[in-house]
């Protein structure tokens, strides 16, 4: 089902936006129903997200593609908004902890049912981190700080903001997807050439003034101090659950970021790289998958104004997936089909990176 880019006819009131904003937090009152019931009650996150939630954008048919004002918002509102991603970094960081700590309540089956559980929720923890490294208060700075480093991706806003944000659509940037990559060499080649690119980037800001003013160094320290500390209260277990739900909570976010771009390449002349435009990002406002993920479907808006989740606006010249988020991924990861779907809807200004 394609997504429609023109604005609702009818705009929906501030007060529902701002109530499907803290949609994200139903996850936890799953979570918590999964664990009280036990066994297959667990599946409930999982079968919300990749079953529910895209039947119910097919269902309804409701795209999320309104434009609000700031203005429009009460102050009641805004702190509302604010929190929103602030409390979903608790309440997942939490969530994770108790887990790892309280594994011997749980028998296999349900061990793995919480790893692919919490991956999900990692994942969305990927969408609420990106909006709070973009925010300006020091609450959101040190709320971001705490969860890309519980999210084992400590240089997050280091590789997005001096990076990403410079450099998308082009060769030069890890985090786009070129034309018939697969999921699999993008995994391969995304990973660690971020990291590569942060250390280089913090070793030529530092130039020469010593170890301890390169971010990636104390990034790394912090990596080491957490699983420390994650071993000593969970134990040998609790860390590898903790590990294996940071792989899938990596794998949902770098087959979101390869979504984003892929095969949409700035074109250079003269040695410049064109100007990113709505032309650059694969958008989605498919309804209830945009709420569940900070809406992070309205990506090309989010290049363009850098705006706060709440205030994203729809994008006509943006190219549209057929499909939200969650059933996106299960597309990606099998390239034939991602391929077949995807890359006759490329123009020809998507060609692949020379």
């Given amino acids: 089902m394609e997504s429609p880019a023109p604005e ?83 309440f997942y960081m939490a969530s994770v902890v108790w887990l790892a700590m309280s594994l011997d309540r749980f028998n296999a089956m349900e061990i793995g049912i919480l790893i692919a559980s919490a991956s ?40 997005h903001i001096r990076s990403h944000h410079v450099h998308a659509g082009t060769d030069q940037d890890e985090n786009t997807a070129w034309m018939n990559e697969s999921i699999y060499s993008y995994i391969f080649r995304t990973i660690p050439g971020s990291m590569i690119r942060c250390w280089k980037m913090e070793a030529r800001r530092c130039n020469g003034e010593g170890l301890l003013k390169n971010k990636m160094l104390i990034y790394a320290l912090g990596q080491v101090a957490l699983i420390i500390g994650l071993f000593l209260v969970s134990g040998p277990n609790g860390t590898l659950f903790y590990l294996a739900h940071i792989l899938g909570s990596h794998i949902v976010l770098e087959s979101v970021n390869y979504i984003q771009h892929y095969g949409l390449m700035r074109q250079k002349t003269n040695g410049e790289y064109e100007k990113t435009g709505a032309e650059h990002s694969w958008d989605t406002y498919h309804f209830f998958s945009s709420y569940i993920t900070f809406r992070v479907g309205h990506h090309s808006y989010h290049h363009i104004a850098v705006k706060p989740y709440y205030l994203l606006d729809p994008e006509p010249e943006a190219p549209k997936l057929p499909v939200g988020y969650f059933w996106a991924i299960a597309m990606v990861l099998l390239p034939p089909w991602w391929r077949h779907v995807i890359n006759p809807k490329l123009n020809v200004t998507a060609a692949p990176a020379a």
């Fill in 8 to 90: 609702s006819q009818t705009k929906p009131p501030v007060s529902r936006h701002v109530l499907f904003c803290l949609l994200p937090h139903s996850l936890f009152i799953m979570l918590a129903l999964g664990v009280w019931g036990g066994g297959w009650w667990l599946l409930l996150p999982i079968v919300f997200l990749q079953v529910a939630l895209p039947l119910l954008d097919w269902l309804t048919g409701w795209q999320d593609d309104a434009h609000y004002d700031k203005s429009e918002f009460s102050a009641g509102h805004l702190a509302l908004l604010h929190w929103n991603t602030r409390l979903y970094a608790l």
């Fill in 120 to 159: 999900l929720l990692g994942g969305i923890g990927f969408g609420a981190a990106h909006e709070l490294l973009h925010g300006k208060d020091t609450l959101d700075q040190i709320s971001q700080r705490l969860l890309t480093t519980f999210l084992f991706y400590p240089h997050y806003k280091l590789i």
